[in-house]
Each structure stands twice: as C-alpha cells, then as structure tokens.
C-alpha cells in the first residue's frame, strides 16, 4: 500500500508510540490537514538538503495530523524538544498506531511516499510503555 510519510531521527518516534511525544515540531506544515494513516519513519542521518534519504528507515507508525498551529513555550513538553525557537509549527498527532513491517523503508525529506506492507500491532497512545517502546521492523 503507498503512504505518505514523515522521517524522524533518533528517539523521536519511539516517544511517538510511547504516547510520550503528542506534537512534531517542523518549520513548515503538513500540505494538507487533517491528514490521515501519515506513516513515521525513525532513521538515523540528518536528512539536511533537498534529495537526502536514508534507505534504512524503519516503518514505526501510522498517525493522524487533525491539527497544525505556530508552536508555543506552552507545548514543549508535548514536544518533548530541547530548545524553543518560535516560528515553528506544532503538528498535533493522534490516533497513533504502532506497526510491524518485514523489510527496511526509505527516509526522505519533507512528506514523501512509500509503499510498503504493514501491519497495524497497537492503536493510540501508550500503545506499548515507553521502557519498552520501539522503532524496529519486526
């Protein structure tokens, strides 16, 4: 099935699934809202220019954007962020669903599309603890 989809790096996503980390942080929003079955992917390289990706992604979760509005001191724990710079956008995400894949997916910049098989193994948040959430394909 063909997805849109989002990379993060690090330990982002697996505080996604957690249910610990309810809004993404970008510079820029979605290209629509609300936007449904968005595909998370955790990689490893900072994805910096335009045409960057990573091949060894990791298919995390499928999410809902309902809601996109300029991020607040008051959000930053919701984000789970380091630091605060305003002018960013706050990507409010809900129905989060763990998933299970068999093969490895591209990291890209921006909202791409990937297709790949999944399977749905957990719905919204604390969908696993968050000791022991994670990001791998299983």
């Given at each position: 099935m063909t997805y849109q989809a989002l990379s993060i790096v690090g330990t982002g996503c697996l505080k996604i699934v957690a249910g610990l980390k309810t809004i993404e942080v970008r510079s820029w929003p979605p290209p629509v809202v609300p936007m449904k079955d968005l595909l998370i992917v955790q990689n490893t390289i900072y994805l910096k220019e335009d045409g960057d990706f990573d091949p060894d992604g990791e298919a995390?979760?499928?999410v809902d954007v309902n809601h996109v509005e300029p991020w607040t001191k008051n959000q930053f724990e919701a984000a789970m962020a380091v630091t605060f710079k305003e002018g960013l956008t706050g990507w409010h995400l809900t129905n989060v669903r763990k998933v299970k894949c068999n093969h490895r997916v591209l990291?890209?910049?921006?909202?791409?599309?990937?297709?790949?098989?999944?399977?749905?193994?957990?719905?919204?948040?604390?969908?696993?603890?968050?000791a022991k959430a994670g990001g791998q394909c299983l």
């Open positions: 995390v979760a499928l990291a890209a910049r921006k909202i791409y599309e990937v297709e790949v098989d999944l399977e749905i193994i957990g719905h919204d948040k604390h969908v696993v603890s968050p």
